[in-house]
């Protein structure tokens, strides 16, 4: 997509768009800001690219460009959306100084190539934050790299829009951050079986349905807050009753209000009887 800077609806004839004698210039990266006693104005320039030099990178991930040998596991932060359709036109005509940006590999060779540099299979450390998925062939290929990280011990996936992944299974990981997403059930969460710390704030679990299933593994600590379900009456002694083996919930250590009794509303009452 091109980026350009232009005047975004600043009228240049109106009062606070006017430039003013005996005014200073505070020189900036972008522009000009002129100013008075009264009024700030600012003033860009236009003789600045209208196409930012990285924008030729705008479709590419790291295995694709020409040269490069690192893997996966290597990168603190790498960048795995899916290009749309347009990238493929493009791969082999993208130039830089008088050389294509890309790699020249095609068919079976290329698949190996991404295959080996990708290595999600034995990546001990996974942070996929910030992808920005939009399209199902973005979705697509998001779920194939998951799938592939059965090695991950520590797995960071926040601000993804990520709405379900109980279809993904973790058989390694520990600690799994799932922050900022649209889940809306605990029942939604991947395979955890050796889960130890879960973070889920900010997402859309409405109530504690499914928590059941996370009482047979390792979990010492558990973050939901920011969810429908954190404001649910008796909460805390509701999520230490069904994990009896957590130490923190919410960045809270176990209090002893929170080992209280309480009465499982989903569950018949067969201590009362009706005498008719």
């Known amino acids: 997509m091109s980026e350009s800077i232009t005047d975004s609806g600043h009228d240049t004839n109106s009062t606070f768009g006017t430039s003013h004698t005996n005014t200073s210039e505070i020189t900036g990266t972008l522009g000009k800001i002129n100013t008075n006693n009264k009024h700030f104005s600012y003033n860009y320039d236009d003789t600045l690219p209208k196409v930012l030099p990285s924008h030729k990178f705008r479709y590419s991930v790291w295995h694709d460009l020409r040269q490069t040998c690192l893997t996966g596991d290597q990168l603190h932060a790498p960048r795995v959306r899916a290009g749309p359709p347009e990238k493929e036109k493009q791969f082999n005509r ?9 790699h020249d590999l095609s068919g079976r060779r290329r698949q190996n190539h991404m295959n080996e540099l990708e290595n999600w299979e034995s990546a001990e450390v996974i942070n996929l934050c910030y992808q920005e998925l939009c399209h ?20 960071n996936i926040s601000y993804n829009t990520i709405v379900s992944l109980k279809q993904i299974k973790f058989s390694r990981c520990e600690y799994i951050n799932m922050h900022a997403n649209y889940i809306g059930s605990i ?32 979990l010492e600590e558990l973050y939901l807050s920011g969810n429908n379900c954190s404001f649910e009456i008796n909460y805390r002694q509701k ?19 929170d080992s209280e009794f309480v009465e499982d509303e989903t569950q018949p009452d067969n201590s009362r009887c009706t005498i008719l």
């Open 187 to 218: 029942k939604d969460f991947p395979s955890l079986p050796k889960a130890k710390k879960i973070v889920a704030t900010d997402n859309n679990i409405k109530t504690l349905d499914g928590l059941q299933s996370l009482r047979g593994t390792p």
């Open 136 to 155: 199902e062939y973005q979705w697509k290929n998001f779920y194939r790299i998951l799938a592939k990280c059965q090695s991950a011990v520590t797995i």
């Open 239 to 257: 999520v230490f009753q069904t994990l009896p083996n957590l130490r923190i919930l919410d960045g809270v250590a176990r209090l002893p209000s």
């Open 94 to 102: 993208v130039i830089e100084d008088g050389l294509p940006i890309h």
